[in-house]
């Protein structure tokens, strides 16, 4: 059976852990890599985009950082329990064209016993910024 330490039922020790795993995978922007964190039927909601499984997962991933250039993301626990975690988050990243976003979010998590997400929910909003206003380089 395939599974992703740190376990549920999580301590504050092991969700801080999971979080900055997360934060460490999705900052190599590789969608397959990333998606290996997910059960094979994850269910995901992402601003208004809902996806299932980690095909669909690692399209939108795809498609993601292939418009989201140069992103670079900081995660921060903000809340657990035994099997959810909850965390906000900023990332930063330019289009094509040079203009520059600070993206800002709230997800929830729900993990199955393997400690492969099975849900994911995302609220983010993008705030446009100049290049000089990045916080992370």
Same mark, same amino acid.
């Given at each position: 059976?395939?599974?992703?330490?740190?376990?549920?039922?999580?301590?504050?020790?092991?969700?801080?852990?999971?979080?900055?795993?997360?934060?460490?995978?999705?900052?190599?922007?590789?969608?397959?890599?990333?998606?290996?964190?997910?059960?094979?039927?994850?269910?995901?909601?992402?601003?208004?985009?809902?996806?299932?499984?980690? *095909?669909?997962?690692?399209?939108?991933?795809?498609? $993601?950082?292939?418009?989201?250039?140069?992103?670079?993301? $900081?995660? *921060?626990?903000?809340?657990?329990?035994?099997?959810?975690?909850?965390?906000?988050? *900023?990332?930063?990243?330019?289009?094509?064209?040079?203009?520059?976003?600070?993206?800002?979010?709230?997800?929830?998590?729900?993990?199955?016993?393997?400690?492969?997400?099975?849900?994911?929910?995302?609220?983010?909003?993008?705030?446009?910024?100049?290049?000089?206003?990045? $916080?992370?380089?």
């Amino acid at each position: 059976m395939e599974t992703k330490p740190p376990l549920p039922p999580f301590t504050l020790e092991t969700a801080k852990a999971k979080v900055q795993a997360a934060e460490d995978a999705w900052n190599t922007r590789e969608p397959d890599r990333v998606a290996l964190a997910y059960t094979p039927d994850s269910q995901w909601r992402n601003r208004s985009e809902f996806l299932s499984g980690r *095909e669909e997962i690692a399209r939108f991933l795809r498609r $993601k950082w292939d418009k989201e250039l140069d992103y670079r993301l $900081k995660k *921060e626990l903000w809340s657990f329990t035994d099997h959810r975690i909850s965390v906000r988050f *900023e990332y930063e990243w330019h289009d094509e064209a040079g203009q520059w976003y600070r993206s800002y979010g709230n997800e929830q998590w729900e993990f199955a016993a393997n400690g492969l997400m099975q849900r994911r929910e995302a609220s983010i909003n993008d705030v446009l910024i100049q290049e000089a206003d990045r $916080k992370f380089r």
